[in-house]
């Protein structure tokens, strides 16, 4: 299983980036797939979740600016985010779950927002 995400960079605030996760070794349209991040020393929280049957979730402090989209044919899910500001700065992870032991997580991409 292989979770590979992409799309991290240096933004200023006030600008977008959209992160996309690409996975193989999954049958994807089962698994509820979902965006994390985290900064040092602290938990890795979540972000938005996407489940198999497309219900979204975000966290409020994101809700509004993000947005989570799915695409089973490609096996990818992406993460829309706009209007981001300095506290957005963090590795974001994706991640896929069926279930509490079935989860799998990618390797982070760094998203930096700074002027």
């Known amino acids: 299983v292989q979770l590979v995400e992409s799309g991290g960079g240096l933004v200023q605030p006030g600008g977008s980036l959209r992160l996309s996760c690409a996975a193989s070794?999954?049958?994807?349209?089962?698994?509820?797939m979902g965006w994390y991040r985290q900064t040092p020393g602290k938990q890795r929280e979540l972000v938005a979740d996407?489940?198999?049957?497309?219900?979204?979730n975000y966290a409020d402090s994101v809700k509004g600016r993000f947005t989570i989209s799915r695409d089973n044919a490609k096996a990818m899910v992406y993460l829309q985010m706009n209007s981001l500001k300095p506290e957005d700065t963090a590795v974001y992870y994706c991640?896929?779950?069926?279930?509490?032991?079935?989860?799998?997580w990618g390797q982070g991409t760094q998203v930096t927002v700074s002027s």
């Open positions: 991640k896929a779950n069926r279930g509490l032991s079935d989860a799998y």
């Open positions: 070794g999954i049958f994807f349209g089962v698994y509820n």
């Open positions: 996407i489940s198999s049957g497309r219900t979204t």
